[in-house]
């Protein structure tokens, strides 16, 4: 039985785009059809939890969209429990600038000190293709 669930579990983990990959770098494209989102965020969340990441965006599994998936519930001291799709987002405004070490899965067994914005105003949509508008600090900024 531990084996058929291996099994079944390892259905839902999607291989990890890698530094190099073209599709990295190309503009992702805006979704306009949300019928199959439900199943394909499931697969990124199982993924990036496999892999002990925080944040995936759909390109680094291979999709040129603009998704993405984020879950900080696993960081000591973070407020941020609940984890966050952001679909069709665009960033509207950013303030400050700090620099941290940060890693990216991209990018396996490289960390870098990378200046990122402290806040974070972003425009996204939902599963329900509700339009939100939500200002994030911290570490959701970061991972934005």
Avoid at 128 to 134: E, F, P, S, T, W
Wanted: charged share 25%.
């Amino acid at each position: 039985m531990k084996n058929q669930t291996q099994t079944t579990i390892s259905n839902y983990i999607l291989p990890i785009v890698k530094y190099g990959d073209p599709i990295l770098r190309k503009k992702v494209k805006d979704i306009t059809d949300f019928t199959s989102l439900p199943d394909m965020i499931e697969k990124m969340f199982n993924t990036m939890h496999e892999e002990d990441g925080i944040g995936l965006a759909a390109n680094q599994v291979g999709w040129s969209l603009n998704l993405l998936v984020l879950d900080t519930s696993n960081l000591e001291g973070e407020n941020y429990n609940e984890p966050y799709i952001f679909i069709n987002s665009k960033i509207i405004k950013t303030e400050g600038a700090i620099v941290l070490e940060e890693g990216c899965l991209s990018v396996p067994d490289i960390r870098a000190d990378i200046n990122r914005p402290e806040t974070i105003t972003l425009q996204y949509q939902d599963l329900d293709q509700n339009i939100h508008k939500n200002t994030f600090k911290g570490i959701v900024s970061r991972v934005i």
